[in-house]
């Protein structure tokens, strides 16, 4: 059973352009909810990050949205470039605040993102 | 800061030898250290879970005998694939947790080839 649904699989937006994500989970004890970047052939790098007091968290160009009455959450970039084209994957885990004893992250099956010049 | 390196980056092995990746973080303690095998154009799979000092906790599906992990520091784990055979070629990626936070950073990844 896959607790985090991620989508469109894949993405094409032209340059300038927004570019949305978006993720959905089931297990309401989640409490952490990251995005990473990455590239090919390199490992994730941590984007931005939220929790579930906070509806909206903005970070230069991305933007998380959070709705947790609907158990969604979804990435925004702003004036996309080509040099964001990558793969993006949301996750979520149970972490410090509500006592989490392991960490471990929920992914996301990713977002092929292509930003055409 | 956070930075967690791998080593090595990639490595091509002959089928039934062992080959031993390392991961540490440079620049924070890490209580846990967590990894990761992906396929390509998919997401990533947790293999196990460690604690500094305490034997590590393996995800379901996933040998403990053939992927030994040693969390031996706060700041180093290694992931040994014993006997590697061509199935277990694969981009293994490790993660770092600091102390205190939720966040795991991510390591650059360790292509594996076995021939």
């Known amino acids: 059973q896959q607790q985090v649904k991620q989508s469109p699989q894949s993405l094409i937006v032209q340059k300038g352009g927004i570019s949305i994500i978006n993720c959905a989970y089931e297990n309401t004890a989640f409490d952490y909810f990251p995005w990473y970047q990455q590239f090919p052939g390199k490992g994730p790098a941590l984007l931005i990050a939220?929790?579930?007091?906070?509806s909206e968290k903005k970070e230069g160009r991305f933007t998380i949205s959070f709705n947790k009455s609907a158990k969604q959450f979804s990435l925004h970039i702003m004036d996309s470039q080509p040099g964001d084209s990558a793969t993006y994957f949301c996750a979520a885990s149970t972490g410090i605040r509500s006592g989490g004893s392991n960490y471990k992250l929920t992914f996301g099956k990713g977002t092929l993102l292509t930003v055409n010049p | 800061g956070a930075v967690v390196s791998q080593h090595p980056s990639w490595v091509i092995c002959k089928s039934g030898t062992s080959v031993k990746i390392e991961c540490r973080s440079l620049?924070?303690?890490?209580?846990?250290m967590f990894w990761y095998r992906q396929f390509p154009k998919q997401s990533l799979m947790l293999m196990a879970t460690s604690n500094e000092g305490s034997k590590a906790t393996y995800e379901q599906g996933v040998e403990k005998d053939k992927f030994l992990i040693n969390h031996a520091s706060l700041t180093l784990s290694t992931l040994t694939v014993t006997s590697a055979h061509p199935e277990d070629s694969s981009f293994y990626i490790c993660s770092a947790r600091p102390r205190g936070s939720d966040t795991q950073y991510f390591g650059p990844g360790t292509r594996l080839t076995v021939l």
């Open positions: 939220i929790r579930p007091d906070v």
């Open positions: 620049d924070f303690q890490a209580t846990t």
